[in-house]
């Protein structure tokens, strides 16, 4: 069993961050190590009053040393949410704790709709463009992805060249594959672009009438897993669609802060069957 350690916030409540990952991550069959480098009472999209944040970023050095000191090392990385004082200490351990060939999976969780996630300031997405110019994987959304190329982001939507010269943009950074989502080229569908730097892909899923907080997490983690269980880029993209689109149709109306993704561990483990 391979050994991946995600890096990424702690939201007690939100259905988001670790508390996706971990779960996800081991229903695929692969060991998921976390490291939080904050700790939040909640996720901060709207719905939520406030929210306490405990940084941690001291604790990381530490939790390095204790791991080095016993020769613990990993197979993957996948880092979500991060502030800017964690990336230094993210990328050290990345390059201290690692198996020979160990895969990083960079999703730039910051921004989404056009703007930026409440608490980062506006040149946070250079900040982030450090962590992602090692990413074997890169999963951005739209937003994102433009905010890492110092592009105003697109609300009305791309065309394909024009995705994919932002497709182009973002390998330039440094990423080996750039797994893009919230692609569109038809208002009935959503998809995911996947590129190897050589030919893009795509992945499209019948667009869902409704918007829900978590659904990247969701995403990002099954295919990690997905990565790690041997499947190709496109597959495992293909694959943390379906089970983002099981989880919204799973969730009850009026649950606004998240998804049930809890409901489609069952159809994602018996994937790995």
């Not at 929210?51 to 996948?78: G, H, M, N």
């Amino acid at each position: 069993m391979k050994r991946l350690l995600t890096i990424q916030d702690i939201s007690c409540v939100g259905q988001c961050s670790t508390t996706v990952a971990l779960p996800l991550i081991s229903a695929c069959g692969v060991e998921c190590a976390v490291l939080p480098p904050a700790l939040l009472s909640n996720h901060t999209a709207a719905g939520f009053k406030g929210w306490s944040f405990c940084d941690l970023t001291a604790e990381l050095p530490k939790v390095e040393a204790k791991w080095i000191e016993q020769d613990i090392r990993f197979d993957a990385f996948y880092t979500g949410y991060v502030c800017e004082s964690h990336i230094d200490p993210i990328l050290s351990i990345m390059r201290t704790c690692a198996k020979p060939g160990a895969v990083r999976i960079v999703d730039p969780a910051m921004a989404d709709n056009g703007v930026l996630y409440k608490g980062f300031a506006a040149d946070f997405p250079s900040k982030m463009a450090r962590l992602c110019a090692g990413a074997d994987y890169l999963l951005p959304n739209l937003t994102e992805a433009a905010l890492l190329v110092g592009d105003t982001p697109k609300l009305n939507g791309y065309s394909q060249g024009e995705l994919e010269r932002l497709i182009a943009k973002l390998h330039a950074l440094g990423a080996k594959n750039v797994i893009l989502t919230g692609v569109s080229f038809d208002e009935r569908e959503l998809g995911t672009a996947v590129s190897d730097g050589k030919a893009v892909e795509y992945d499209f899923n019948p667009r869902l009438p409704c918007m829900f907080h978590g659904t990247g997490d969701v995403f990002a983690s099954v295919f990690a897993g997905a990565i790690l269980r041997g499947r190709t880029a496109l597959e495992a993209a293909a694959l943390a669609a379906d089970i983002v689109c099981a989880a919204i149709q799973a969730t009850e109306s009026g649950h606004w802060y998240g998804v049930s993704f809890e409901k489609t561990i069952p159809q994602l483990s018996q994937s790995f069957q």
